[in-house]
C-alpha cells in the first residue's frame, strides 16, 4: 500500500509538471469579455490576483482553470457581489461554505473558493459533481444547475486549451 501511494503521488507530481499555463492570460482574455471590469485590467492587480489563485489551487489541489473560471462565472472576478441567498464574494460562498473564512480579504475569498470546491469534489468523486454540490449542495445537478456546471467545465478546458502547453 505504501508503495502504491507513492506512486500515485509520484505519477500526480509528474502529471502536473508537465503542462505550463498563462493564468495572466487566462484571466485577462476573460477580463477582455467585461469592460466593465476596469480594475482587473490593472496589471499590477491582475498578477497578483493570479498569484493569489494559483497558490490557492495548489494549496487545496484543484485545478487551477477551474478555479479561474468558476470565479470569473460567479463574480467576474468582483470581490464586493452579494447574490440573492447571502452568497458573498468572488465565489459567491454561502451557508457552511463560509465558516472560517475571511470574505473581506480577497486572498481569503479565493481560499475559501478553493477549499469548497476542492471538499465538494472530493465528497462527489468527480469534478462535475463537485461543481453541482459547489453551487447547488447535491453532487447531482438538476434543472438550471446542468447548464451552469456544464458552462464552467467548458470554460476551463477552452482556457486550458488556448493558455496552457504541454511540455
Known amino acids: 500500500m505504501k508503495y502504491f501511494i507513492t506512486f500515485v ?8 509538471s508537465t503542462e505550463n499555463c498563462d493564468y495572466n492570460w487566462a484571466v485577462l482574455s476573460l477580463v477582455e ?7 482587473t485590467k490593472n496589471a499590477t492587480y491582475r498578477h497578483s490576483l493570479v498569484s ?3 497558490s ?11 478555479l479561474i473560471s468558476t470565479l470569473y462565472r460567479e463574480s467576474s472576478f468582483k470581490t464586493n457581489v452579494v ?4 452568497e458573498r464574494g468572488m465565489g459567491q460562498v454561502h451557508g457552511i461554505a463560509r465558516r472560517g473564512c475571511n470574505l473581506k480579504s480577497i486572498s481569503g475569498q479565493v481560499d475559501c473558493s478553493s477549499r469548497w470546491l476542492s471538499r465538494m469534489i472530493a465528497k462527489c468523486g468527480s469534478v462535475k459533481g463537485g ?5 447547488s449542495g447535491r453532487c447531482k445537478a438538476k434543472g438550471s444547475v ?6 464552467r467545465i467548458s470554460l476551463s478546458n477552452n482556457l486550458k486549451s488556448k493558455f496552457c502547453v504541454q511540455k
Open 9 to 16: 503521488t509520484f505519477f500526480f507530481l509528474i502529471a502536473a
Open 131 to 135: 461543481m453541482s454540490a459547489y453551487l
Open 33 to 39: 469579455k467585461a469592460p466593465a471590469r476596469k480594475i
Open 83 to 86: 447574490g440573492k441567498i447571502g
Open 146 to 151: 446542468v447548464g451552469s456546471v456544464r458552462r
Open 56 to 66: 490557492s489551487s495548489k494549496k487545496y489541489n484543484v485545478d487551477t482553470m477551474l
Open 52 to 54: 493569489i489563485i494559483v
